[in-house]
């Protein structure tokens, strides 16, 4: 029906208009009858696999929650998520899994509750989630969480927390063992440091047993007298064995800024240039064999987490008045079958050895310092936060991943990957899985190319980065940008939408210039 102006109206076509009118209406009412629909829907309470705590009914059929206690919908959404193990077991993807419960709560007066900012996933994590543990007076207990540590923000208090020092709103970090990669984490009053909140969480978390092992590691090695200058390593040489993993980068980092004149590393070949331009180290090869030549009675100091072959090439590399100072047994734990307490038997007597039985050597390790000396430890986390407040050192940081990506972080971690800490936000959405094939920031892959054949090669055809990457140019991830991969999907999208914005400008254009 089509009418024009001046034209009259007949019957027929005023019902036709009617008829119109009428399924417009009708369609209307639809889309808000769905509109009501949707929200009714999602006022109720939203049905979850977890049932064990979520309104269960009893055997009686009847629910052991009233509807008064039952969770609504929204409460749903800031209840506890968790990595948890209820056995321990050498494969992450099996034993590890994100759990729903309740938010937890304090039982111990002296306790604070606090909401999780940021933690990390280290060695520590797999050795504790397989059940290696050297403390044998003091085990994990199951089911477990992991996560040795924590930077979050206090949101309740125990009635016998000081109130002067311990606030509702303060921002903390604690060294926790387990409980970390969680939405949520009650601490004792007593482990807990203040962190400025102009520090990024996930740089804070960093430092807490990252950097405190490292830290903590060189304090060992220094006199007295040594201790109270600025630069307390000056002129001397160090070598860090295992140097590309988190702990191992940090022992670099830490041993430049006090002014040690050569620093040199062990890793695999295809990362030195990484290690050259980025960590500013002397490069070795990973294998003792092959880097002890170059260095034997040589250096001032030895910092070994491998125990490639009982420390035995580590105390050769020593000069005369040379220390070692062990901070693991990565490749000891790893070479052989578990066996007591579900480490190899001989990665018990290394530790007895390194503790015991070797001379110009010590061994360090974070939680049992913590535990002996918890004072000094947390005097000394203050002053790597300030540190950090003043840019005086800076984590470089592999991976920020959601709760999802523990258990393949677990995974890449063993496997000797990470190329730095891997940092876990709580409360980041929508996870991408970490895989050995994902691009890791911060790293450089190796080139089979002569310097001369790369800058013949046009690289003005290629992208940004992989000109960057040729050139061996590095760009530091911002605190707030997002991940690598997503900004290249987002650069790519972008990038099309534009040329399929200027091939209509340009059709556009000729279509006018033929008329």
């Not at 001046?6 to 019902?15: I, R």
């Not at 509109?35 to 309104?55: C, F, G, T, Y």
């Not at 984490?185 to 203040?194: E, G, K, M, Y």
């Not at 690598?484 to 987002?490: A, H, L, S, V």
Request: charged letters at 30%.
């Amino acid at each position: 029906m089509k009418l024009t102006r001046g034209s009259k109206s007949t019957d027929a076509d005023k019902a036709e208009v009617s008829k119109v009118d009428a399924q417009s209406i009708k369609s209307g009412k639809s889309k808000r009858s769905h509109r009501s629909k949707k929200k009714e829907k999602l006022s109720e309470p939203v049905e979850d696999d977890a049932k064990s705590w979520w309104n269960e009914p009893d055997a009686d059929g009847k629910s052991d929650m009233s509807s008064s206690t039952a969770y609504s919908w929204k409460e749903k959404k800031i209840a506890q998520r968790n990595i948890t193990y209820d056995y321990f077991g050498d494969f992450p993807k099996e034993v590890l899994s994100l759990k729903m419960t309740p938010k937890p709560e304090i039982e111990n007066p002296t306790d604070v509750l606090i909401k999780v900012e940021a933690s990390t996933v280290t060695l520590n994590d797999c050795l504790l989630r397989r059940g290696i543990c050297f403390q044998v007076f003091d085990p994990v207990s199951l089911p477990g969480t992991p996560g040795y540590d924590a930077v979050g923000i206090i949101q309740e208090v125990g009635s016998a927390v000081n109130a002067d020092e311990w606030k509702i709103g303060d921002r903390v970090a604690a060294l926790i063992r387990t409980g970390g990669n969680a939405r949520y984490a009650i601490i004792p009053s007593s482990s807990l440091v203040h962190v400025p909140k102009s520090i990024d969480a996930s740089e804070a978390v960093c430092m807490v047993s990252t950097y405190m092992t490292a830290y903590q590691a060189l304090k060992l090695t220094l006199d007295p007298e040594e201790k109270k200058g600025s630069k307390p390593f000056g002129g001397k040489k160090v070598l860090v064995v295992g140097g590309t993993g988190p702990v191992g980068q940090a022992l670099v980092q830490l041993a430049l800024k006090a002014g040690a004149s050569e620093v040199y590393a062990t890793g695999p070949t295809s990362r030195h240039r990484y290690m050259k331009m980025v960590m500013g180290a002397k490069p070795l090869p990973y294998e003792t064999e092959e880097w002890l030549p170059e260095v034997k009675e040589q250096m001032d100091l030895v910092f070994d987490g491998a125990c490639q072959d009982g420390y035995e090439s580590s105390q050769a590399a020593l000069n005369e008045n040379g220390k070692l100072v062990t901070v693991g047994m990565y490749a000891k734990l790893h070479a052989e079958e578990p066996g007591l307490f579900g480490a190899p038997l001989s990665a018990f007597l290394m530790d007895a050895k390194s503790h015991w039985f070797m001379s110009k050597t010590q061994s360090y390790e974070v939680w049992s310092s913590f535990k002996s000396d918890p004072e000094t430890f947390k005097a000394d986390l203050e002053k790597l936060f300030n540190k950090l407040k003043k840019n005086q050192i800076h984590p470089v940081i592999a991976k920020r991943i959601g709760l999802g990506e523990v258990p393949d972080a677990h995974v890449f971690l063993e496997k000797g990957k990470a190329r730095g800490p891997i940092v876990c936000l709580p409360w980041k959405r929508s996870p991408k899985l970490l895989h050995e094939e994902d691009h890791i920031p911060n790293t450089i892959e190796t080139s089979s190319t002569t310097p001369e054949e790369e800058r013949e090669e046009p690289v003005e055809s290629e992208g940004k980065k992989e000109a960057h990457k040729k050139r061996g140019l590095f760009r530091r991830r911002s605190k707030v940008q997002q991940d690598e991969t997503e900004r290249e999907d987002m650069v790519e999208e972008d990038g099309e939408k534009s040329k399929r914005s200027w091939r209509k400008k340009k059709n556009k254009k000729a279509g006018q210039d033929k008329s």
